[in-house]
């Protein structure tokens, strides 16, 4: 058999060399367009993702100007430490998102001096609920007032709450239905087995229902609370507890507001008085009614404001 004799490539090159050159040529490279484009896309979800998750579960609320509305208008729910408690119907929170405020993984702490949390804490006016009112502005103070107090500060002060939050009152506080942990913790316990604040207070006869314009009641709705207040009265409990109607938080604030009112119309009658007649003219004012009793205040009262104006 006759060798197999092999023909030069007509080309002039060698079939083995021109394969080996090919495998040794490098990659095509890809498209640097696309790959900046993706880089970028994913970089931009990555920084939004993360500074959502920030502000929605780590970003600390410094006081109740900080409270957007987006967040009142969802609804949201925050956790916090109460600071201090002023009234029977509102306290502070110390707002304390995301982790690292309890052991073992305490990295952070909540402010304990005045000085330290000033500007830094959330005003909450309890939701659905009104509360005896203390001495202020020089009125005296309503029955239980004091008892009332006591009993909030003994159930939250310096205690880990949650709070919904719902809207801001006239006096910038932030409206919100507080929720005190079960009073006993197993691993199946919801948010749901948590206590409604303001509920309780109304239940134990420290509070009553809150019916005036706005008045927000959460999940629980207004018939949970005035089912409690019908039940704290009929226990005579509380403010209830002589077992007579009693006058409301919301009575007696507009009771003042009334008094107020016409002692301004008074002083604008005696302004209106030369200085010579001013003091006859308190007198008859003083002599009308029971002693001076029938604008709404101790004729005290008339002869202190009175003072001034003559």
């Known amino acids: 058999m006759s060798p197999i004799s092999s023909k030069p490539d007509p080309s002039g090159h060698d079939k083995h060399t021109a394969n080996d050159s090919n495998a040794n040529e490098p990659p095509l490279p890809l498209d640097s367009t696309g790959l900046i484009a993706f880089a970028f896309l994913l970089g931009s979800a990555t920084a939004l993702g993360a ?16 409270v957007t509305p987006d967040l009142l208008k969802h609804r949201r729910w925050i956790t916090g430490v ?49 509360a005896p009112e203390g001495a202020h502005f020089g009125r005296p103070a309503q029955p239980h007032a004091a008892d009332a107090l006591s009993w909030l500060k003994e159930n939250i002060e310096g205690r880990r709450i949650k709070c919904q939050l719902f809207s801001r009152d006239q006096y910038k506080r932030v409206v919100a239905i507080p929720l005190l942990p079960p009073r006993r913790w197993r691993w199946w316990t919801r948010i749901g087995a948590a206590r409604n604040l303001p509920l ?39 403010v209830w507890q002589s077992g007579k109607d009693i006058e409301s938080p919301a009575e007696y604030k507009r009771r003042f507001r009334t008094a107020k009112a016409r002692i301004e119309e008074v002083e604008e009658v005696v302004d209106r008085e030369p200085a010579s007649e001013r003091v006859g003219l308190l007198a008859r004012i003083l002599r009308r009614g029971k002693r001076g009793r029938s604008f709404g205040l101790p004729r005290v009262g008339y002869v202190i404001r009175f003072s001034s104006v003559c």
């Open 82 to 130: 109460v600071t201090s408690v002023g009234d029977a119907d509102n306290f502070r929170l110390y707002h304390t998102p995301g982790f690292g405020w309890r052991l073992p993984f305490k990295l952070r702490h909540v402010p304990t001096t005045h000085r330290e949390l000033k500007g830094k804490t959330i005003h909450i006016r309890m939701a659905g609920m009104d």
């Open 51 to 66: 500074s959502s998750v920030y502000r929605r579960f780590f970003k600390r609320i410094n006081n109740a100007e900080w």
């Open 200 to 238: 309780e207070m109304v239940r134990a006869g420290w509070g009553l229902v809150y019916e005036e314009a706005g008045a927000e009641y959460g999940s629980w709705g207004k018939e949970a609370y005035l089912a409690a207040e019908a039940e704290a009265r009929a226990a005579r409990r509380g």
